[in-house]
């Protein structure tokens, strides 16, 4: 898809202050933050990061073909024009959406946030779209579709950098689409990478602990989320119309109140409760999947899905208020479209190669989607339940015991490894989390064990498996890397969950992924 527009009058279109004086009238054919991404007549957008100031590689940009300059500092002397914003993070994402020519204002855009079960619901409601034979596409933090077009995005992604959004979006509006469903992060929205999207309709799953060493605090993190809901108040009067409607969590009673509270617009609670707008009743929970009614003051209707656990009754809910109160789509339809999803790559994705217990992937990564899961897997068997799991390295410290705490609680046994551990000490988190374990009756070498190689770890938990048990592998979910030091490393716990069945079984399989240790040299994991 190519594009050219003006720099002038993609500034003529912000809404945001600064003087046009400084803006030249010349073509810009691309947007990139990246000096190496740049190519010729590109406008480079010069950001701070938290380690890289991109103002540093201005030159490169020019080099490399930049026609002109956005950034913050003070500069001169440059050979292209240099327009000086407060805040070009902030106004990246109405350049980007300028520049594309607002693909947002010619979508009905579902927004979806929360800190567990995001990437769950966005794929129900997408299923549940094309089931009303709705031209939709989707862009979560596994992939984006557009058309028949499916780009992976799971390589440590949160919500894409705004200017990679608007394209995706830009891309939809030249397929011919009408809906889009998109995942957003706490990170996204405290980077302003989405407020350009024109929301129409946003859910929120969950508010839990989670990102603290970023946002600081529980309330600033919730106020990162809760910006879809002030979004809404901002979206333009759409040709097709807008429902403007907020979609919220009774059950979650941390965020519920403050939530209700604070959405201006039209807004629809979901749970389990006689109190709630859209709730479940009849539930019925099997290894096999979910059954319920749902049920509100205008419909009933029976749902099933393939998913397991009570999360995703909730996350269901959540897709079916959006879709038939938001969008007007029949429930029975909607029934039928979150029954038909079938699997969500790393979202208790079962591995099976012919053992006789049941072995599962999921990205569970924080305490709350930890203790879900493995509630889940207690309903899924008469078995022991055991989990393997680490916590990150440079990330919220707090939840590293927490999850540790959970699984001793929870689990019959528990293996403790590695994930991103980044430039931290491993050995240091998993005391902290072993300190988690052992603060709730845990003993090590009995019920819960500390495996630094997170390969090792799934070979040890599937040797302590006996028949009917469940092992639950999470954390990594279906990304595809590991980050040590300062660097990633090709890593799929599907992958590491069937090398190891194979290697149990003595069936062919994959094999186990590499994985250096923070003590390896330099040039022995360069090799892999």
Not at 161 to 190: I, P
Not at 365 to 382: D, F, I, Q, W, Y
């Amino acid at each position: 898809m190519s594009n050219q527009k003006s720099l002038q009058h993609i500034f003529a279109e912000l809404p945001l202050p600064f003087c046009m004086a400084n803006v030249p009238d010349i073509p810009v054919t691309g947007i990139s933050i990246d000096s190496r991404a740049v190519r010729p007549s590109h406008l480079f957008v010069a950001m701070k990061g938290g380690n890289i100031d991109a103002h540093d590689y201005i030159q490169n940009a020019i080099d490399n073909g930049a026609v002109a300059v956005v950034g913050e500092r003070e500069l001169g002397g440059l050979s292209v024009p240099y327009i000086r914003l407060d805040n070009p993070r902030r106004a990246l994402t109405w350049i980007a959406a300028a520049f594309y020519n607002w693909p947002g204002r010619k979508l009905t855009v579902i927004g979806v946030t929360g800190t567990d079960g995001k990437t769950t619901t966005t794929n129900l409601i997408y299923q549940i779209l094309l089931a009303a034979n709705i031209k939709a596409g989707m862009i979560s933090t596994v992939n984006a579709v557009i058309g028949d077009e499916v780009l992976d995005t799971g390589f440590h992604v949160t919500t894409p950098d705004a200017h990679d959004l608007q394209h995706y979006l830009a891309k939809m509006v030249d397929a011919g689409l009408t809906h889009v469903v998109l995942e957003t992060t706490s990170h996204g929205w405290a980077q302003y990478r989405v407020d350009a999207c024109e929301f129409d309709i946003g859910v929120v799953t969950n508010i839990t602990h989670e990102h603290f060493d970023e946002h600081g605090s529980y309330e600033n993190y919730r106020a990162a989320k809760a910006r879809l809901f002030s979004n809404l108040e901002i979206t333009s009067r759409k040709s097709h119309g807008n429902p403007r409607l907020g979609v919220i969590n009774r059950d979650d009673v941390k965020s519920f109140k403050f939530l209700n509270d604070f959405i201006k617009v039209n807004k629809l609670n979901y749970g389990l409760g006689e109190d709630a707008d859209v709730r479940a009743m009849d539930i019925r929970y099997s290894p096999s999947g979910i059954h319920f009614t749902a049920k509100s003051k205008d419909f009933s209707v029976p749902v099933s899905s393939k998913l397991v656990g009570a999360y995703n009754v909730s996350n269901g809910l959540a897709a079916l208020t959006a879709t038939v109160c938001g969008l007007g789509i029949k429930p029975e339809i909607a029934a039928q479209g979150i029954a038909s999803l079938e699997e969500i790559p790393g979202r208790m994705e079962r591995i099976d190669m012919g053992q006789n217990f049941t072995a599962i992937v999921d990205f569970a990564h924080t305490p709350n989607a930890l203790k879900v899961a493995l509630e889940a897997g207690r309903a899924m068997t008469s078995g022991r339940v055991i989990s393997v799991f680490g916590s990150a390295g440079l990330r919220d410290k707090a939840k590293r015991r927490m999850m540790a705490e959970t699984s001793a609680e929870l689990a019959d046994r528990t293996v403790l490894t590695a994930e991103d551990p980044r430039t931290e000490s491993l050995d240091g988190i998993l005391e902290e989390m072993a300190a988690g374990a052992r603060s709730k009756g845990g003993r090590e070498g009995e019920t819960f064990w500390r495996v630094p190689d997170r390969g090792e770890a799934i070979r040890f938990a599937l040797r302590l498996a006996r028949e009917g048990d469940i092992v639950l592998y999470c954390g990594k979910g279906h990304e595809q890397s590991m980050c040590f030091g300062a660097r990633e490393h090709l890593w799929d716990d599907r992958t590491a969950m069937r090398a190891g069945l194979s290697e149990l079984l003595g069936v062919e399989g994959p094999k186990m992924p590499y994985l250096p240790t923070q003590d390896t040299p330099e040039e022995e994991w360069l090799k892999y």
